[in-house]
């Protein structure tokens, strides 16, 4: 028998003989644009995946070609989200979104670089003017928003709950005159790279009185006073002086909050300020009686804590110079925060939070160039030896204070469960691995280690007898793939593995792992 023969005689459809469910799950590993090619192999391959819905229910091209999308065509009614990035066909693209019947879109992201002012006219406005009115969330990515304000987006989307803009402007003008119509947005992210203009913004605020959460970054103090004046009872509020970058890219995730009864802003953060407290913070937070969670992160120049109104603050985070007077007159004030992060503080504000604050969850410290490393043992020592402490979370960043003789005590404290620790330079390859031995014997399920050259491989295979379920690993460079499995072969309570930047681990590699959830972006702080 030839070897032609031979391989005829053994070939194995697996597409037409497998059971649906198995194929579903192999295909779903396969790009749009593979999907798509997918459909050109056999009849057979074209009816089973043209009549499987579940595969087209998130498109995202990438580099369609004319024919490719041509065909996407008649899968249109079973897309639920789809996103357009920079180098497809826009003309075929575009064409397709304005005259296809796209029923069941709810979901549409845009992912072009900084457009030409025809591609609004020709392509954006049709398209919208088609799918608006059947989308709940759309995502834009460095759109002109003079030539697609906010306001024309709720005119095309009257139905939009989640809205996403990161744009620029170039030109001048505030773009075409939108009707007054209410929406139904209650989630904005905004970040124009040359300022808000406050007019349209005021515009797009009057017109969504149901929104609850508004991110808001590269804005004028002025700008709060249109938010305060148009939005009394936001309850969050994230205002970011320049841009909330990650790497290159702009940060698009809303935060996790459930709306209550209570009407006012519960939530507001403000982040890279370099002027102190502008006076309309101020005069918010001694008036407000509602304020659940405060952060004012990335300042300085700021010689003054603001006042608080508010007795059931529960979240405080301050990026700024902090004293032990200033600190217990805060938690004197709001006995029930449950989240701090401070920065510069001594070892008297950690005991004032440690003593005072009994219902303290999580504790983030960052620098704490004032705490030394007996004033860090004797904290942990009296963490340890608590019978009222509550604290679960804790997160130590850049602290010359924890090292080789203070690392030990965190796997003793008994109602730790979550803990970061980052660019602890003074902590040794050595001393991280009675650490992480430790561990075992603690009740911590959750850790995050980043930038610290004595996290390694054989700190990774130990990390495995501990009873771990999440691992986030950001940015060492002494782990490799191979320390990587020997932490999932011993670890069979891992659930989740964060890897992110470390050595030359390349992602592909991680598909590897069965059973865990693998992710491979930087997580949140």
């Known amino acids: 028998m030839s070897i032609a023969a031979e391989s005829k005689t053994h070939f194995k459809d697996f597409v037409s003989e497998l059971p649906y469910d198995i194929i579903t799950t192999v295909l779903l590993n396969l790009s749009s644009e593979q999907l798509l090619e997918c459909l050109h192999v056999s009849t057979v391959w074209n009816l089973r995946l043209l009549n499987n819905p579940i595969l087209w229910r998130d498109v ?50 845009l992912k072009l670089e900084m457009p030409e002012a025809s591609v609004y006219d020709d392509y954006i406005y049709p398209a919208l003017s088609n799918v608006g009115s059947c989308l709940e969330e759309v995502s834009f990515n460095y759109l002109d928003y003079v030539k697609l304000p906010f306001t024309r987006i709720l005119d095309y989307c009257p139905n939009l709950e989640r809205m996403k803009y990161n744009g620029f402007t170039t030109s001048i003008g505030s773009g075409a005159v939108s009707n007054n119509t209410s929406s139904k947005v209650t989630h904005a992210f905004i970040h124009i790279d040359t300022q808000v203009d406050p007019g349209e913004l005021k515009r797009f605020l009057q017109r969504t009185p149901k929104l609850q959460q508004l991110h808001i970054s590269y804005c004028m103090y002025e700008i709060l006073d249109v938010i305060f004046e148009c939005c009394p009872d936001l309850p969050y509020l994230n205002y970011n002086m320049a841009a909330m970058q990650q790497g290159n890219e702009v940060r698009m995730e809303f935060a996790d909050f459930q709306v209550g009864e209570e009407r006012g802003m519960r939530v507001l953060d403000v982040v890279e300020s370099a002027s102190g407290i502008p006076m309309n913070i101020a005069q918010f937070t001694q008036t407000s009686e509602v304020l659940e969670e405060f952060g004012f992160v990335d300042c300085w120049g700021i010689d003054r804590l603001p006042d608080f109104a508010s007795t059931i603050l529960r979240r405080f985070h301050w990026d700024a110079s902090i004293g032990p007077t200033s600190l217990s007159s805060i938690v004197s004030q709001c006995p029930l925060i449950q989240d701090v992060m401070l920065t510069h503080v001594n070892a008297e504000c950690l005991f004032i939070l440690i003593r005072q604050l009994a219902q303290l969850r999580k504790l983030h410290l960052t620098g704490a160039e004032d705490v030394e490393e007996h004033d860090m043992q004797r904290f942990l020592m009296y963490c340890k030896s608590s019978n009222s402490l509550v604290l679960n979370t804790l997160v130590l960043d850049r602290c010359r204070s924890v090292t080789d003789a203070t690392i030990g005590y965190l796997a003793d404290l008994p109602t730790l469960r979550e803990i970061t620790l980052k660019d602890n330079d003074n902590v040794t390859e050595a001393g991280m691995n009675m650490f992480v031995e430790k561990l075992q014997y603690s009740n911590v399920s959750h850790i995050q280690l980043g930038t610290m050259d004595a996290v390694t491989d054989v700190t990774l295979a130990r990390l495995g007898a501990a009873h771990l379920e999440t691992v986030s690993l950001l940015a060492l460079d002494h782990v490799t793939f191979h320390g990587l499995c020997e932490l999932v072969d011993h670890a069979p309570s891992l659930r989740q593995l964060h890897v992110f930047d470390c050595g030359d681990i390349e992602n592909s590699a991680l598909s590897a792992f069965n059973g865990i959830k693998v992710c491979t972006t930087k997580p949140l702080s």
């Open 60 to 109: 995202e091209l990438t580099d369609a070609d004319a024919r490719l999308v041509k065909t996407l065509e008649c899968l249109a009614p079973f897309i639920k989200k789809l996103t357009i990035c920079d180098n497809v066909d826009q003309e075929a693209t575009f064409r397709l979104l304005s005259k296809s019947n796209f029923d069941n879109l709810k979901s549409l992201a």
